[in-house]
C-alpha cells in the first residue's frame, strides 16, 4: 500500500502533486533545494482547495498530512513512492536520481514528471532501476486526470503495474507508453502544434489571438471529449476513416505545415509576449488560473456524461 509520498522539488508541478495526494489522504513529505518554499507550496494548496473538493467530493483540507524538510534524505527515509519534481535538465536529474536512488527504500518507486526526457538516460546512475519511471502530469497536475507512464529500459513490470495502479487510486487515467521516446507523446503533438503556430505569427498571416481562436472555437471544443483519430473518424461520413483517409489522404502531400521550428528572433519572441499579453487583458497569470480551474472543474463534471458513451 502506498501511503507516504515524498516530493522532490516544490514549484509549480510539485505543489500540484501535494494537492492531488493530499486530497487522496496520502501523507506527503516535501523537499526543495530552497527551504523557503514552504509557506508558498501551503498557500498553492489552500488556494486550490475549493476546486479540488468539489472535483473529488472531498470535506477538509487535512494539512497535519503535509510536512516540508530541508534535508533530502528525511524526505526518502520512509517514503512508498518518490515524486520527483525539479528543473528539466539531464545533468540535474541524473545527479539528483542518483541521490535518491542511494537514501530511499529499495521498494520505493522513483517517479519523475519530466516533460520530454529518456528515463534511461536519467537513471543511468540510479540505484535498482528496475523500480523506476517517469509519470508526466499535466499542469495543473490537481485537475487534469492524464499522466503519461514512461519506462525505461530497466523498469520491471512489476513496477508499471504497480504504478498504473496507484495513479489510478488517486484519480488519474494513467496512458502508458510501450517503450521511451523523446517529448512522450502530448509534448510531441503540442510541439507540432506549437511550431505551426510560431511559423503563421512569424510570417505575419495570424495574431496569437486569431491562432488561440482556431483551436478554441473549433478543435478544442471535441479534443477534450475526442483525440484526433477519433474525431477524424468522423470527418469520414458513415464510412468513417476508411472515406476519411481516401479524401484528405491525398493532402498529406501538400506542404502544409513546416516540420523545422522557426528561429525564435528578438522580434517574433516579441510579437509571442506582447500578443499574450494583450490576450491576457490587464488580468495577472492567478487570476486567469482561477478561471482556468473553475472551467476544468466543470468541463470534467460534464465530460463525465459523455465520455462514458464513447469510451464505455
Ligand atoms: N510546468 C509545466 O507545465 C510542467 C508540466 C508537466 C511536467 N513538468 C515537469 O515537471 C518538472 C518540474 O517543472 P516545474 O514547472 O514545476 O519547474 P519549477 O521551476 O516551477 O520548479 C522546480 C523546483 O525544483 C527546485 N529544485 C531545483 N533543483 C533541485 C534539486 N536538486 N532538488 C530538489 N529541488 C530542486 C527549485 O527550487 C524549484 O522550486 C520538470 O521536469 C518539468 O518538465 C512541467
Same mark, same amino acid.
Given at each position: 500500500?502506498?501511503?507516504?509520498?515524498?516530493?522532490?522539488?516544490?514549484? *509549480?508541478?510539485?505543489?500540484?502533486?501535494? *494537492?492531488?495526494?493530499?486530497?487522496?489522504?496520502?501523507?506527503?513529505? *516535501?523537499? #526543495? %533545494? #530552497?527551504?523557503?518554499? &514552504?509557506?508558498?507550496?501551503?498557500?498553492?494548496?489552500?488556494?486550490?482547495?475549493?476546486? *479540488?473538493?468539489?472535483?473529488?467530493?472531498?470535506?477538509?483540507?487535512?494539512?497535519?498530512?503535509?510536512?516540508?524538510?530541508?534535508?533530502?534524505?528525511?524526505?526518502?527515509?520512509?517514503?512508498?513512492?518518490?515524486?520527483?519534481?525539479?528543473?528539466?535538465?539531464? &545533468?540535474?536529474?541524473? &545527479?539528483?536520481?542518483?541521490?535518491?536512488?542511494?537514501?530511499?527504500?529499495?521498494?520505493?518507486?522513483? @517517479?519523475?514528471? @519530466?516533460?520530454?526526457?529518456?528515463?534511461?538516460?536519467?537513471?543511468?546512475?540510479?540505484?535498482?532501476?528496475?523500480?523506476?519511471?517517469?509519470?508526466?502530469?499535466?499542469?495543473?497536475?490537481?485537475?487534469?486526470?492524464?499522466?503519461?507512464?514512461?519506462?525505461?529500459?530497466? =523498469? @520491471?513490470?512489476?513496477?508499471?503495474?504497480?504504478?498504473?495502479?496507484?495513479?489510478?487510486?488517486?484519480?488519474?487515467?494513467?496512458?502508458?507508453?510501450?517503450?521511451?521516446?523523446?517529448?512522450?507523446?502530448?509534448?510531441?503533438?503540442?510541439?507540432?502544434?506549437?511550431?505551426?503556430?510560431?511559423?503563421?505569427?512569424?510570417?505575419?498571416?495570424?495574431? =496569437?489571438?486569431? /491562432? #488561440?481562436?482556431?483551436?478554441? #472555437?473549433?478543435?478544442?471544443?471535441?479534443?477534450?471529449?475526442?483525440? %484526433?483519430? /477519433?474525431?477524424?473518424?468522423?470527418?469520414?461520413?458513415?464510412?468513417?476513416?476508411?472515406?476519411?483517409?481516401?479524401?484528405?489522404?491525398?493532402?498529406?502531400?501538400?506542404?502544409? =505545415?513546416?516540420?523545422?521550428?522557426?528561429?525564435?528572433?528578438?522580434?517574433?519572441?516579441?510579437?509571442?509576449?506582447?500578443? =499574450?499579453?494583450?490576450?491576457?487583458?490587464?488580468?495577472?497569470?492567478? %487570476?486567469?488560473?482561477?478561471?482556468?480551474?473553475?472551467?476544468?472543474?466543470?468541463?470534467? &463534471?460534464?465530460?463525465?456524461?459523455?465520455?462514458?458513451?464513447?469510451?464505455?
Amino acid at each position: 500500500m502506498i501511503n507516504k509520498i515524498a516530493v522532490i522539488g516544490a514549484g *509549480v508541478i510539485g505543489s500540484g502533486w501535494v *494537492v492531488r495526494f493530499l486530497a487522496h489522504n496520502k501523507k506527503v513529505i *516535501v523537499y #526543495d %533545494t #530552497d527551504p523557503k518554499l &514552504k509557506k508558498k507550496v501551503i498557500l498553492e494548496v489552500k488556494r486550490a482547495w475549493p476546486f *479540488v473538493k468539489k472535483l473529488f467530493n472531498k470535506n477538509k483540507l487535512n494539512l497535519k498530512n503535509f510536512s516540508y524538510v530541508t534535508d533530502i534524505k528525511n524526505a526518502l527515509k520512509n517514503a512508498d513512492f518518490i515524486q520527483e519534481c525539479a528543473p528539466e535538465n539531464y &545533468k540535474l536529474k541524473t &545527479k539528483l536520481m542518483e541521490v535518491i536512488g542511494k537514501y530511499s527504500k529499495s521498494n520505493a518507486i522513483i @517517479s519523475s514528471s @519530466s516533460s520530454g526526457l529518456l528515463p534511461s538516460k536519467i537513471y543511468s546512475k540510479c540505484k535498482n532501476p528496475s523500480r523506476a519511471i517517469i509519470a508526466h502530469p499535466f499542469n495543473p497536475v490537481y485537475m487534469l486526470p492524464g499522466v503519461e507512464i514512461v519506462p525505461g529500459k530497466k =523498469t @520491471s513490470n512489476k513496477t508499471l503495474n504497480k504504478a498504473k495502479k496507484f495513479y489510478e487510486s488517486i484519480s488519474m487515467n494513467p496512458i502508458m507508453l510501450k517503450k521511451e521516446l523523446p517529448g512522450f507523446l502530448s509534448d510531441r503533438l503540442q510541439e507540432a502544434l506549437w511550431r505551426e503556430a510560431l511559423h503563421i505569427v512569424n510570417e505575419g498571416y495570424a495574431s =496569437t489571438k486569431d /491562432l #488561440d481562436r482556431a483551436i478554441e #472555437d473549433g478543435p478544442g471544443m471535441r479534443w477534450s471529449l475526442m483525440g %484526433t483519430f /477519433l474525431t477524424f473518424h468522423l470527418a469520414g461520413g458513415n464510412a468513417g476513416m476508411k472515406h476519411m483517409l481516401k479524401q484528405f489522404g491525398p493532402a498529406l502531400k501538400l506542404p502544409w =505545415t513546416k516540420l523545422k521550428a522557426p528561429k525564435l528572433s528578438k522580434e517574433l519572441s516579441n510579437r509571442v509576449i506582447s500578443g =499574450t499579453k494583450k490576450q491576457a487583458k490587464g488580468k495577472s497569470v492567478a %487570476t486567469i488560473a482561477k478561471i482556468r480551474d473553475e472551467y476544468l472543474l466543470n468541463l470534467q &463534471k460534464m465530460r463525465k456524461k459523455y465520455e462514458v458513451k464513447i469510451r464505455k
